[in-house]
């Protein structure tokens, strides 16, 4: 059954203005995850607006939004094959066990000044 649906869009030059502000995305990003998105070079805005918006989406799915849940408990990966998964910690495990689901679904889009998330929870009982 789903739980809940988000989406939400980015404009990837928020990222590249954030980038220039020291210690802000290690505010709202995993270390693992901005470890990934640093190694990729010239697409580093791209995937680290699609990441956040991941998160905000995340929010919207679970119908409450994002209070009380710290971004980087929230973090977006990539499988081998390139399917972005994501990993809840901390307060967003918490908030997704709160809502009943148990799985969560995530699609990202990017295109030179926008990038797209959609995150979809399901609960499988």
């Given at each position: ?27 709202y ?25 991941a998160?905000?989406a ?19 990966v ?31 889009t ?16």
């Amino acid at each position: 059954m789903i739980i809940g649906i988000g989406v939400d869009v980015v404009h990837v030059h928020r990222l590249e203005r954030w980038r220039t502000i020291p210690g802000l995305l290690d505010r709202y990003f995993h270390p693992d995850e901005l470890s990934a998105a640093l190694s990729k070079g010239g697409g580093v805005d791209l995937s680290l607006a699609a990441r956040f918006a991941a998160k905000e989406a995340f929010g919207k799915a679970l119908g409450r939004g994002l209070s009380g849940i710290v971004l980087k408990d929230i973090m977006v990966v990539n499988r081998h094959n390139g399917k972005p998964e994501i990993a809840l910690f901390g307060t967003a495990l918490q908030a997704l066990n709160q809502s009943g689901a148990d799985k969560v679904h995530i699609s990202l889009t990017h295109e030179r000044d926008n990038a797209i998330a959609m995150v979809v929870l399901e609960s499988s009982g």
